[in-house]
């Protein structure tokens, strides 16, 4: 079946470093999603990208989503301490509105 | 304020017994959504609804069981027959048209078997 991957797993970075997490999927997407999670918390969306070669910013966070659209990054600038926890994406298959299939997260430890 | 309420937030089960969590949305959202959560896992898809009195299996659907009687209301029966059911449990919603939205996700329930 449709897997998306998500790497690294973790991610340990001194603050104030920038920070990347990568998403692959085995087929084309027609859209992916973005969400953080914090220690013992639940998942939060921070967007969606619909277009090939779609880049959008929400403060020192940039996404990208592949030309091919089977690829997303999540690239955040000067991380802080608030940027701890797990993010993910989440990738709808073209014609299948009905479910998204979320990779397995990669989590950022900022370290003083 | 709109929101989902997923309880209890913690959940302790004796070997073969089944045990209900709760979901409960005043978003007005159409879909919802029961995920298990592992740690390294991921987020994994049990049973999803996009209409009352209508379900669909996710990925991990044995041993578990739902239902949509109410459009605010979607419970999950972690069932005797579920071998693994520890594990963090999260219900999502979102509105059924197309467009961008993301998934609204409950707090959560931790279920440990003992």
């Known amino acids: 079946g449709q897997q998306v991957m998500q790497i690294p797993q973790y991610q340990h970075v001194q603050e104030g470093e920038d920070f990347t997490t990568y998403c692959n999927s085995s087929t084309t997407l027609s859209n992916i999603q973005w969400y953080k999670q914090r220690p013992g918390g639940h998942p939060v969306f921070l967007i969606q990208l619909v277009k090939s070669g779609e880049v959008k910013k929400q403060k020192r966070l940039t996404f990208q989503f592949g030309e091919a659209k089977k690829n997303s990054s999540l690239h955040i600038t000067a991380t802080q301490t608030t940027d701890v926890g797990t993010y993910f994406c989440a990738g709808r298959r073209l014609n299948r509105d009905d479910k998204i299939i979320f990779g397995k997260g990669t989590r950022l430890h900022i370290l003083p | 304020d709109g929101g989902i309420t997923q309880s209890p937030k913690y959940l302790f089960r004796k070997e073969g017994q089944n045990v209900t969590l709760s979901c409960e949305q005043n978003l007005n959202h159409d879909a919802m959504y029961w995920y298990r959560q592992d740690p390294g896992q991921g987020l994994r898809l049990i049973y999803y609804s996009q209409i009352v009195n209508d379900f669909q299996k996710g990925d991990i659907a044995e041993g578990y069981s739902v239902s949509r009687e109410k459009k605010e209301s979607f419970p999950l029966t972690v069932t005797s027959a579920q071998k693994?059911?520890?594990?963090?449990?999260?219900?999502?919603?979102?509105?059924?048209?197309?467009?961008?939205?993301?998934?609204?996700?409950?707090?959560?329930?931790?279920?440990?078997?003992?």
């Not at chain 2, 999502?92 to 003992?114: E, H, I, K, N, Q």
Request: proline share 6%; net charge positive.
């Open chain 2, 84 to 114: 693994n059911p520890t594990a963090f449990y999260l219900c999502a919603t979102r509105p059924r048209s197309v467009g961008d939205y993301g998934y609204t996700f409950g707090s959560g329930t931790r279920l440990t078997v003992v």
